[in-house]
């Protein structure tokens, strides 16, 4: 890897680290949070769900406007809004009786900052380096701190609601400055893409969107699709774990977090693995792409076919689902990364980000439907959706076609 860059690629991987314990810190106190805030589960999943929502519909602006003005620009500003959402969620809950509209008012705002910030992460890492073997290492060092984030998350967010169970939301704000003193100091921009920022006007940029779309379409879509498939059964089976937990098995607190890591770190081993494993070899990412969701299809189908109730028999098979998972999205990341020119770079991994926000929203309240009805279909649901992903990345994904296209 270039010399005196890891101290940058460090404080991007701070941004979806941080991004991701926003979300996924929430995720065991949610059972809590029904019973303080008096409301239902399918209404406590929407804290989950506002965040990612109102990030699918920014994050494609955001991705413009680095494109247009700089990365850094849209970026801290962005962690500014993520962390004041944070404070009025968190003051809510410690000062307000009925809580919950301002905690989703909150939570709201605090999607907005995550629109701004984590997407441009993966264009800014291809800014960064020259070689595409450093990109796709730098891309596993994100992926990893994304899915790091979502190891510590369970363990975090348990530790600080059993202090009280609102301090979660305190975490966010400080973590966001931590990420914005990080960023600010230690990611310069390379001269020349400073310069590229300003160079095209909004018709001629969105004239050159077009034009990506128009020559490969083909193969951007089914890595949006396989994104959101991965981020939706990583939160629709967090969510279920995480009420099983503690209603059916009388498991909460640390010890829950605790358990709830153990699919994550998976995960997150996979993720780190992946990225180092793929190189510059892009049949290679391909086909670890392909192997992990069909890990992630089989392991969770026999979850659900079989109706597995013994938690050990779960927690190993969602590990062996995260592992799944983890080997795709680093793969994923290389792919689109680098696949797309500079120049709209930073556009097109935002709407990959924005389908795999999809994914996040989706997650949570489809979970707490299937519990009402169905658990078995939360892992049908993610396994067919796998194997739908298996066949379009088959079909779509051509990456020596994508190569000639790229330059």
């Known amino acids: 890897m270039e010399s005196g860059k890891t101290g940058a690629l460090l404080s991007l991987s701070s941004v979806p680290f941080i991004m991701t314990l926003g979300n996924s810190m929430l995720i065991p106190t949610l059972p809590t949070l029904t019973k303080q805030l008096h409301v239902t589960s399918f209404q406590v999943s929407l804290i989950i769900t506002v965040y990612s929502m109102v990030a699918i519909v920014l994050i494609p602006v955001a991705g413009y406007l680095s494109d247009r003005f700089g990365r850094k620009k849209v970026m801290i500003p962005s962690l500014i809004i993520a962390a004041a959402g944070g404070t009025i969620s968190a003051l809510a809950a410690s000062f307000t009786a009925h809580a919950y509209p301002y905690i989703l008012g909150g939570r709201l705002l605090q999607g907005i900052g995550a629109a701004g910030a984590a997407p441009i992460v993966l264009p800014l890492v291809g800014d960064l380096f020259k070689k595409e073997s450093d990109v796709s290492a730098g891309l596993g060092v994100i992926e990893t701190a994304n899915t790091f984030g979502k190891v510590l998350s369970p363990i975090l967010g348990s530790l600080l609601a059993a202090l009280v169970w609102y301090a979660p939301f305190y975490a966010i704000p400080a973590l966001c400055l ?230």
């Open 178 to 407: 931590l990420s914005i003193a990080l960023v600010g100091w230690l990611v310069k921009i390379p001269k020349e893409r400073k310069e590229q920022a300003s160079s095209s006007s909004l018709s001629v940029f969105w004239q050159s969107i077009v034009t990506v779309f128009r020559e490969k379409a083909r193969w951007l879509l089914a890595v949006f699709f396989v994104g959101a498939v991965c981020m939706y059964t990583v939160f629709a089976t967090l969510f279920y774990l995480s009420n099983l937990l503690e209603d059916t098995y009388g498991i909460g607190g640390v010890s829950k977090g605790w358990l709830l890591a153990i699919p994550l770190a998976a995960l997150c081993l996979a993720s780190y693995g992946a990225g180092k494993a793929i190189g510059e070899n892009k049949q290679r990412m391909k086909w670890v792409t392909i192997i992990g969701l069909l890990l992630m299809s089989g392991a969770l189908w026999y979850c659900g076919q079989f109706k597995i109730t013994s938690l050990g028999s779960l927690l190993w098979l969602t590990g062996l689902a995260g592992t799944g998972i983890g080997a795709a999205l680093p793969s994923l990341d290389a792919i689109i990364t680098e696949g797309i020119e500079k120049e709209q770079r930073g556009t097109v991994t935002s709407l990959y980000s924005s389908m795999r926000f999809i994914g996040v929203a989706v997650g949570p309240p489809v979970a707490s439907l299937f519990m009402a009805s169905s658990v078995s279909w939360i892992f049908y649901s993610s396994a067919i959706l796998g194997v739908l992903s298996v066949l379009w990345s088959l079909a779509a994904i051509r990456p020596s076609k994508q190569k000639a296209a790229a330059r």
